[in-house]
Structures are given as C-alpha cells and as structure tokens.
C-alpha cells in the first residue's frame, strides 16, 4: 500500500496518514525518537526511497525517524494487513513441514488435489492472493491441526 501523504497534527499528537481512499492516524507515542515537548515534531514527508511505504519525520533537534506502512496498518489494526500477517505464518510453518515431511512434493500435491505450479505458489511467502482455506488444506495433509487462539490483548 502506497502512502500518497502525511500530516502532522501536534494537537492529537498523532501523524495523519492518508493511503489509498482512506486516512490513519500513527501516535506519537510509538515513534522512536519519541516527541517531547520541547523537541517537537518539525516536518515529515513521505519516503520515496521507500518506495512510498514509509515516511519519515525530523523532530525540532534535527533527530530523524521512520515509520513504514505496516506499522501504521498494524496500529489501525487493518482487517487485511492481519489476514496477510497470518497467511505468512501459516506459509513459513508450511515450509518448514514440507522440508520434514515423509512425504514427497508429488504425494503432497495428489493428497491436496492440486497442480506442482499451485503447491510452489501456497509456499512462497510472498504471495498473498492464496486463501486461508488452501493453507488449512495443506497443513493438513503436512498432519498438522491449526487452532486460532483468540485472547485479550496484553497491555
């Protein structure tokens, strides 16, 4: 996601992140280095040597900071960063079962009635236009059960 602006608002203490149709809010309170009240947050500018998944901030000291787009989806807790965040875990634990397996790829790919292309593309990380279901489907043929454990949140 590409961050096409970011403003400061010193009143909220808080960065006014505008990305795609939608504005997020970043604390300062979770920035390093952190604001304080003499050392104010002077400027901040989107990134392009990130690619515009980032911006960077300069406090009133001249002491810099960054902050990447996921950090701020995180925050905003985004119903689509969170699902990609758990289809990467659930690949690199995919990965690593294939790798002890028993099993050979070609008994693998039969068990989960798939094409060879279609196994290499649920293994690669980074790759986020595979569903949750085909990752369930298979670490269960890898012999693994997934629960989701839902918890309140530690403070």
Do not use: W
Not at 12 to 28: C, G, I, N, Q, W
Not at 82 to 102: F, G, H, M
């Amino acid at each position: 996601m590409k961050i096409r602006r970011v403003s400061i608002n010193n009143r909220k203490k808080v960065f006014e992140v505008k990305a795609s149709s939608r504005t997020l809010v970043y604390p300062y309170s979770r920035l390093h280095p952190q604001p304080t009240l003499v050392d104010r947050v002077a400027e901040a500018a989107v990134d392009e040597e990130l690619g515009r998944e980032g911006f960077t901030y300069v406090l009133e000291s001249g002491r810099e900071g960054t902050v990447h787009i996921d950090q701020v989806l995180e925050y905003n807790q985004d119903p689509s960063y969170l699902r990609n965040v758990i289809l990467y875990k659930l690949t690199l634990e995919a990965q690593k079962r294939v790798e002890v397996s028993p099993l050979s790829k070609r008994e693998i790919i039969r068990r989960v009635g798939t094409s060879a292309a279609q196994l290499y593309r649920l293994l690669d990380q980074t790759n986020y236009r595979k569903s949750v279901d085909q990752m369930l489907v298979l670490l269960s043929v890898l012999d693994c059960d997934v629960d989701l454990v839902v918890r309140a949140k530690s403070a």
